[in-house]
């Protein structure tokens, strides 16, 4: 998902679809060109990517981001981005890449479920999110978009199961976008604030140890029903790490804290 300025869009490639749009697009085995669309990649995984991911190969999020995921942190921004690694074949393929196709398709990103539709998101210039734009992008070898199966935006997202994915995602944007301006000041992107973030919202596991293991629960007020969801569910604490982020670096006090 881009964050995009207003003044871009008409810049970005790939056409703009609209909610009542149509789009012609179908991907089977049969076709010439499978499975050529998943290798040597950049492929971002968002934090909803890493709790769908672990969870599905059985392991830890700790364990995931240390074997599976390059984080790379780009010239001028202050939050690392998180790619999937891929293999070191001649042809980089996807670490889940099978001659049957994914091995991890019921849990695959959000990237990979959307394609070959993108999304990005506009904010104004008060930095708040005022609409989820969408683009029909295939690249040039992708043999599926001389299908004839007819879709809209709202057909492929059910289609995909992509609903939540791109709620999830949509969020973490919104927090990103924060990033444009430097949080850390002194300390760096390396510092303890900068790797606590980190872990809020791509580690998991160890966010979870950090908030019912230490005082994180007697210093910030968590209304009780909530309270009890997260310690049921990775996405409502994956919600929790979102909104904390932006209470802890910018003062930002979220509806789930009760009111002192
Ligand atoms: S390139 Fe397009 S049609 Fe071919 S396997 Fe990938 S998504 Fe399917
Ligand atoms: S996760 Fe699955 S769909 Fe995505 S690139 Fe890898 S093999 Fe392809």
């Given at each position: 998902m881009k964050n995009i300025e207003l003044d871009k869009i008409e810049q970005l490639p790939g056409r703009q679809l609209k909610k009542e749009d149509k789009f012609y697009f179908r991907c089977c085995p049969e076709v010439k060109c499978f499975n050529l669309c998943c290798r040597n990649l950049n492929l971002f995984l968002y934090p909803y990517d890493v709790i769908?991911?672990?969870?599905?190969?059985?392991?830890?999020?700790?364990?995931?981001?240390?074997k599976y995921v390059d984080i790379v942190l780009r010239h001028g921004n202050y939050f690392p981005e998180v790619l999937l690694s891929m293999s070191?074949?001649?042809?980089?393929?996807c670490p889940f890449?099978?001659?049957?196709?994914?091995?991890?398709?019921?849990d695959r990103p959000d990237t990979c479920r959307t394609f070959p539709v993108e999304h990005g998101l506009k904010f104004d210039s008060s930095g708040r999110k005022t609409e989820m734009l969408h683009f029909f992008k295939p690249p040039d070898f992708c043999l599926g978009q001389y299908e004839d199966q007819e879709w809209s935006l709202e057909t492929w997202t059910n289609d995909q199961e992509a609903e939540l994915y791109?709620?999830?995602t949509s969020q973490w944007a919104e927090v990103k976008n924060l990033f444009q301006n430097n949080p850390w000041k002194n300390e760096?992107?390396?510092?303890p604030r900068a790797k606590m973030s980190f872990m809020a919202v791509y580690n998991i596991d160890k966010f979870r140890e950090f908030v019912f293991q230490s005082s994180f629960?007697?210093?910030?007020?968590?209304k009780n029903?909530?309270?009890?969801?997260?310690k049921k569910s990775d996405v409502q604490l994956l919600k929790l790490g979102f909104d904390w982020i932006k209470f802890y670096l910018w003062g930002i006090k979220p509806e789930l804290f009760k009111s002192s």
């Open positions: 769908r991911l672990k969870t599905c190969l059985g392991i830890t999020s700790d364990c995931f981001l240390e070191e074949n001649k042809e980089k393929t890449l099978t001659d049957k196709g994914c091995s991890v398709y019921t791109n709620k999830m760096g992107t390396e510092g629960l007697k210093r910030y007020k968590i029903d909530f309270k009890k969801k997260i």
